[in-house]
């Protein structure tokens, strides 16, 4: 098979690859989330396949937002905040479904060869397993 000429490749930015922007569609604040989201992750994390998600995930991140300001400014004596805390519970419970989904946490996103829960012996090679490994009971 020919080489191709550099000419003949098209180029794309690795900067919209890795981190894509926020899409005009959702709310400031979601957007906002959406950046904060994307700018922690490790470039690439969050393929163009999760970005769906990723929206849902802002909105409902941002909404549990609202609604915690909402849920602040609520004396404890009025009828209406048993409802308010309620769906408080329901959007902060969907947020940390879709981050779980997305692997958002820092487990999620840890590979686990990586992980060494800090057992790691002070100057020790990374790739050493022996000096991250854990002292069993028994060998004592």
């Not at 700018?39 to 690439?44: D, V």
């Not at 941002?62 to 048993?82: H, N």
Request: include cysteine.
């Amino acid at each position: 098979m020919p080489r191709r000429a550099a000419a003949d490749l098209a180029v794309t930015p690795i900067g919209q690859i890795d981190r894509p922007p926020a899409p005009s569609s959702i709310p400031e604040d979601a957007a906002a989330i959406w950046r904060v989201v994307v700018n922690c992750m490790k470039p690439g994390w969050i393929g163009p396949e999760a970005h769906a998600l990723l929206e849902r995930y802002c909105f409902a991140q941002s909404e549990a937002v609202r609604l915690e300001g909402k849920l602040v400014a609520t004396p404890m004596t009025d009828p209406t905040r048993a409802q308010l805390v309620q769906q408080y519970k329901q959007m902060t419970a969907m947020a940390l479904s879709y981050a779980r989904s997305l692997r958002l946490p820092p487990k999620g996103n840890t590979p686990r060869d990586c992980r060494d829960n800090g057992r790691h012996l002070e100057g020790a090679a990374p790739w050493d397993r022996t000096a991250r490994r854990q002292v069993k009971p028994w060998e004592l």
